[in-house]
C-alpha cells in the first residue's frame, strides 16, 4: 500500500507547500492532478491530457538539483504519481520545485507549473541516533540478575 499526498495542481496558479516527514517512507509519494487552462462550457477546469507524456519533478536541494521521473499514472485524467527519493528526505528544510511535463510526440510544447516548496518537516526520530533499546533493556535484566545473585551470595556467606 502506497500513501500517496494527493495534490491538484493548475499549471497556471501557485501551488501550495508540499509537506513531506523526515525518514518517512510513505509520505514522500506524491501524487498529483494537472489541470489545463482551458475550462469546460460549465466554468470547471478540465484535467489536462498527459497521455504518452513524460512527467518530472525537479527539486533543488541544497546546491544540487535533482530530478524525479514521475509515473503517468492515469494520462486522460492528467494524473501522475512521483516517489520523492529516501536521500532528498534525509534533510529537513524547505527546498524549491517544480513540475515539467513533456511531450514527446510534439502534440503540445512542455509546460511547468508554477515554483512551489516542497518542505522536509523534521522528525523527532533520528536513524543515527536512535539507540538499540532492546539490547540495552537486555543488558539491564542481566545486571539486575547479577545483582540478585550478589545478593543471595552475600546472604548465604
Same mark, same amino acid.
Given at each position: ?5 494527493p ?10 507547500t508540499?509537506t513531506v ?7 514522500? #509519494? =506524491?501524487?498529483v492532478?494537472? #489541470? ?11 484535467? =489536462?491530457?498527459?497521455?504518452?507524456c513524460?512527467?518530472? =519533478? ?6 544540487n =538539483?535533482?530530478f ?15 516517489s520523492?527519493p529516501?536521500?532528498a ?6 527546498y ?9 510526440t510534439?502534440?503540445f510544447?512542455?509546460?511547468s507549473?508554477?515554483? #512551489? ?34 545478593d ?6
Open positions: 500500500m502506497q500513501d500517496y499526498i495534490r491538484e495542481i493548475d499549471i497556471n496558479e501557485k501551488i501550495e508540499v516527514k523526515q525518514y518517512d517512507h510513505l509520505s514522500r #509519494f =506524491l501524487r492532478q494537472i #489541470f489545463d487552462k482551458d475550462l469546460d462550457e460549465n466554468g470547471d477546469r478540465q484535467p =489536462l491530457n498527459i497521455v504518452g513524460n512527467a518530472r =519533478l525537479y527539486m533543488e536541494t541544497d546546491d =538539483l535533482a524525479i521521473d514521475g509515473e503517468v499514472t492515469d494520462g486522460e485524467m492528467g494524473i501522475t504519481t512521483f520523492i529516501n536521500g528526505t534525509q534533510t529537513a528544510g524547505n524549491r520545485a517544480e513540475i515539467v511535463i513533456s511531450d514527446p510534439g502534440n510544447p512542455t509546460i507549473t508554477k515554483e #512551489f516548496v516542497i518542505n522536509v518537516e523534521q522528525s523527532v526520530r533520528v536513524p543515527s541516533k536512535i539507540e538499540a533499546t532492546g539490547q540495552f533493556s537486555a543488558l539491564e535484566n542481566a545486571l539486575n540478575n547479577v545483582d540478585s545473585f550478589r543471595e551470595m552475600n546472604t548465604i556467606n
